[in-house]
């Protein structure tokens, strides 16, 4: 229940959803928010006279003040445990029904605060560690152990169920080493989020997050002057490297602590078939690729697209939607490219823009309900965010109706896209 009340009423405490202010006006960075300390309590009453608070998400000491008559302590603490009980069920059913509702990379409603995020960066660097650590051990021959990857790979489930938007945003935005082990999270981090937007169920998700981790780790057996040799491949170099998935399904198969899992070397072995027969290893095509492997497909490619590799500049992400768009029917299922492009909308997070008046912006948030209408957060320079004094923008909001995104990082076509994203 949402109420509406002057600013001297606040508390700390109280969950805040709405100022009687601007986004430009306001102090706060994030349009929603729990008031914690005396200091916000000041801001809110320097820069407002009237706020809406979120009655059931706000703590309940915050709001005895509020009561007409006294109540006496033993009915207080039975009325407040009942009260509790409501409120704890309530909103386990609304998070259900929020989830059950997802439209988009968007599983909460406002951009976690500092802290979150910063757990959230975390999490990532926990798994590209364990990658890495496992990547290591395979090398030099040395025994293997999943039980930290397994943790790592539900960590990143949990922080994609809580806000995948902010997920894609940190993987895109922190620094990228090229390593294998660095790709093969970010690919876990983008195959997790479609698979939610998909509506997959938990193991299923769990089990493409670990088939990401491990999808080329056969990339190992790869002579290393392969990988970055910049000419033109023969075909017996072509081969050798097109090997990487066999060698990925033998380590699968090698492995009891996998062997829980036995689609894993199904969607490993296929992620690199194609719709019209062109890709490898087996050359099969249509409804006989498996559709986790085409999911798996899909998402490795865009994450290769728009990662900066020795022979390619990276292209935007725009831009890898739109040649993954022009490739429906051909490489990729049109119906999973049409969920993709919906799932990251025309401008996905992490996603570099210039606004109308120059200024260039960095996509947090997409909007379901208009894809080309996203939340934006102004940058400092071309190159700087910045979590203190940047001003986030919702282009839905009436208010920002007049500013509009003239192109992305690169210029690129997007009627196209557009139209598709924006369809329902």
């Not at 309590?41 to 998400?57: F, G, H, M, S, T």
Request: proline fraction near 3%; glycine fraction near 4%; aromatic fraction near 6%.
């Amino acid at each position: 229940m949402k109420k509406t009340i002057a600013t001297e009423h606040v508390r700390i405490g109280m969950r805040i959803v709405e100022l009687d202010v601007n986004w430009l006006e306001s102090p706060f960075w994030r349009r929603a928010f729990t008031v914690k300390t005396e200091e916000e309590l000041i801001k809110l009453n320097r820069a407002c006279k009237q706020v809406v608070i979120d009655v059931e998400a706000s703590a309940r000491h915050s709001l005895t003040h509020f009561r007409s008559t006294p109540v006496e302590p033993a009915k207080a603490r039975k009325k407040a445990d009942q009260t509790d009980k409501q409120t704890s069920g309530k909103a386990q059913q609304n998070e259900k029904d929020a989830l059950k509702n997802r439209k988009g990379l968007i599983a909460a409603p406002e951009l976690l605060n500092r802290k979150e995020l910063q757990i959230i960066e975390s999490n990532i660097a926990v798994c590209v560690r364990e990658v890495k650590d496992l990547f290591t051990r395979v090398n030099d021959r040395n025994r293997v152990s999943f039980k930290k990857l397994t943790d790592a790979v539900h960590c990143l489930m949990d922080d994609a169920l809580n806000d995948a938007a902010s997920l894609l945003l940190l993987s895109r935005l922190k620094e990228k080493e090229q390593s294998l082990a660095e790709k093969s999270v970010n690919v876990c981090i983008l195959t997790i989020a479609f698979a939610q937007y998909l509506d997959l169920d938990q193991h299923t998700i769990y089990l493409l997050g670990m088939a990401a981790l491990l999808h080329d780790i056969g990339m190992l057996k790869v002579p290393s002057y392969l990988l970055s040799y910049e000419g033109k491949l023969n075909r017996a170099q072509r081969q050798a490297i097109e090997y990487h998935v066999i060698e990925g399904m033998s380590f699968v198969g090698l492995h009891n602590e996998l062997s829980t899992l036995p689609q894993l070397k199904e969607i490993i072995g296929n992620h690199h078939e194609r719709y019209d027969g062109s890709g490898y290893p087996r050359g099969i095509k249509g409804e006989n690729i498996p559709y986790l492997a085409q999911v798996l497909g899909i998402t490795s490619t865009y994450e290769a697209m728009t990662r900066e590799r020795f022979y390619s500049d990276a292209a935007n992400p725009t831009q890898a939607l739109s040649r993954i768009y022009s490739w429906r029917a051909k490489l990729f299922d049109s119906r999973l490219v049409t969920r993709f492009i919906k799932a990251l909308g025309v401008y996905p997070p992490g996603c570099m823009v210039e606004l109308m008046n120059g200024r260039m912006a960095v996509v947090t948030m997409i909007n379901p309900e208009n894809r080309t209408r996203p939340v934006i957060r102004v940058l400092k320079s071309s190159d700087q965010l910045s979590a203190d004094g940047s001003i986030e923008l919702d282009l839905m909001a009436p208010e920002y109706a007049h500013i509009s995104i003239t192109r992305t990082l690169d210029e690129t076509n997007l009627q196209d896209l557009e139209k598709l994203a924006n369809s329902t």
